[in-house]
């Protein structure tokens, strides 16, 4: 077994007992450390799709290390964010009124009538801001803003995230979850995400709400640009009433796997079926 592997295996042991857990993060960290050999440019939120990683490592991994990457593609994940990202950049949707929006598009970021003093909510999965809008049908929902964020600041959000609600094996105990919650300035939540035809996936998506401590600087410094999608929605929405579905999806924004680091994805509860 190489050296670099053997040691990402006896690190991956703080992770706990979950075996798919530890075995999707081991095979993360293994395509950044060879693509990092290689030369590719990598980051935190990076991650090959399966075919091209298993390519890649294929010819350099022992066949221990090979084997691992083989267990992954039988994984049905659970939790898992998925999203619209390059290098610096990923791209989070909200739904707003005519006011809000037009005033947003003119600036580059959100200014009044943005309301700073609530927490506000973006999802980085296109179709679950579908759902929640009623695809831009619903009262002061009408406009989508594909929001392009800092990953950084995106990251780093993540990693300060408390789950809405208790979870076992993610919250040593209720009392705990419940001050950690109470004190958050970010919020995460997952939700069954939707197919194309709206109906329910067995997979979960993420929603972060940000809160008033940071809705400041969400607004003036992770911002990078806003994009008006309402019209591409309106394109789609009809597609879809026309039961054209395949036509429908291929318009859809490209969603990919983001991965976190193993810290945040403990404390996100991260993890697969």
């Not at 066949?63 to 290098?87: F, H, L």
């Not at 990923?90 to 707003?96: E, K, L, P, S, T």
């Not at 009538?113 to 009408?142: H, V, Y």
């Not at 992770?222 to 054209?244: F, H, N, P, Y």
Request: aromatic fraction near 10%; charge should be positive.
């Amino acid at each position: 077994m190489p050296s670099a592997f053997g040691s990402m295996v006896k690190w991956t042991s703080c992770l706990g007992s979950n075996e798919e857990f530890r075995v999707r993060y081991l095979v993360g960290l293994l395509m950044k450390h060879f693509m990092k050999r290689k030369g590719y440019p990598i980051g935190d939120g990076t991650r090959l799709e399966a075919g091209r990683a298993t390519s890649l490592a294929s010819s350099t991994l022992a066949p221990s290390a090979q084997s691992t990457i083989e267990m992954t593609k039988n994984v049905t994940t659970y939790r898992e964010i998925r999203a619209d990202y390059d290098r610096d950049t990923i791209v989070v949707y909200q739904a707003y009124n005519d006011a809000i929006a037009d005033a947003a598009i003119a600036a580059g970021r959100f200014v009044k009538p943005f309301s700073f003093g609530r927490m506000t909510w973006i999802k980085p999965s296109f179709l679950w801001l579908m759902e929640r809008s009623g695809w831009g049908k619903k009262t002061n929902q009408n406009r989508i803003l594909a929001v392009r964020v800092n990953r950084a600041a995106w990251d780093q959000s993540l990693a300060e995230g408390v789950l809405t609600s208790y979870t076992p094996g993610v919250h040593p105990s209720a009392d705990d979850w419940r001050t950690k919650f109470e004190n958050a300035s970010v919020h995460v939540q997952w939700d069954p995400e939707r197919s194309i035809q709206g109906k329910k996936l067995e997979h979960r998506t993420i929603q972060v709400g940000i809160g008033r401590a940071l809705i400041e600087q969400y607004a003036s410094e992770w911002i990078v640009a806003v994009t008006d999608m309402t019209s591409l929605t309106a394109k789609i929405r009809r597609l879809r009433q026309d039961g054209e579905y395949a036509k429908a999806k291929s318009h859809l924004p490209r969603e990919r796997v983001y991965l976190v680091n193993p810290a945040t994805a403990l404390r996100l509860g991260i993890t697969t079926k």
